[in-house]
């Protein structure tokens, strides 16, 4: 049975933009059933109604609370029934109740090797404190903002005179091509979260999740 996707994005979608494009060679282990944005303006969304891929906003501004937002989002969502819902550049802190009701079926991706700089401006954080290596990490969600249990994590070296802009486009780059591959682990069943440890093909996988070389 074909597995389905949900993608949740803010801006302008370029992971997303990478998953579809695995989706359409065929090397992607499931179906982008729908792409949800809390933002009208979401260059996302353009990308997903121009794939035939069916849309929804759930515009944050309308609701007066977080947990109204999270409760019309989880309602949306829970039409579907997916099996994974992916967090694609989606800048909105979910509730406790909401990531409980999806706890190992969320993943994210954050621009950081993980447990450093969780939160935002996470580019210009690494290049402030002088870092040899940024990069990005895959991760199950939990309450703990960007928090959970990491499945794969992409190193890339601080240039010298590198700007948070510059460092950001080459992270980019490995986000695209770590996403997928965390993707279709949880989608064909190799990882398993037991105790608080994530094991992928029933080996435990290092706090940071398994470092994703470049193919050579
Ligand atoms: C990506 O760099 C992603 O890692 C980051 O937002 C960008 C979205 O780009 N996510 C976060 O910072 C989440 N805390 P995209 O819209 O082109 O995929």
């Known amino acids: 049975m074909t597995r389905r996707i949900v993608v949740l994005l803010s801006g302008r979608g370029s992971n997303f933009q990478s998953l579809l494009n695995a989706s359409l060679t065929g090397e992607l282990s499931g179906s982008i059933d729908l792409v949800i944005s809390n933002r009208p303006q979401a260059g996302g969304l ?25 409760a019309d989002l989880a309602g949306v969502i829970d039409s579907v029934t997916p099996d994974l819902i992916v967090l694609a550049g989606f800048m909105r802190i979910l509730t406790q109740s909401f990531v409980s009701q999806f706890a190992g079926r969320l993943l994210n991706i954050h621009p950081s090797l993980l447990p450093l700089y969780p939160g935002l401006n996470t580019h210009q954080r690494a290049l ?39 460092l950001a486009d080459r992270i980019l780059q490995v986000e695209h091509q770590i996403y997928p591959q965390a993707v279709n682990w949880h989608l064909s069943g190799r990882l398993a979260l037991r105790n608080g440890v994530l094991y992928k093909d029933s080996v435990p996988l290092p706090a940071t999740g398994e470092l994703w070389r470049a193919p050579q």
């Open 128 to 166: 402030d404190n002088g870092d040899t290596h940024a990069g990005a990490t895959v991760h199950y969600v939990t309450g703990e903002l960007d928090g959970g249990p990491s499945v794969i994590q992409a190193k890339v070296p601080i240039e010298s005179g590198d700007t948070k802009d510059r």
């Open 46 to 70: 353009a990308i997903a109604n121009n794939a035939n891929i069916d849309t929804a906003l759930i515009d944050h501004q309308a609701y007066a609370t977080r947990d109204a937002f999270d």
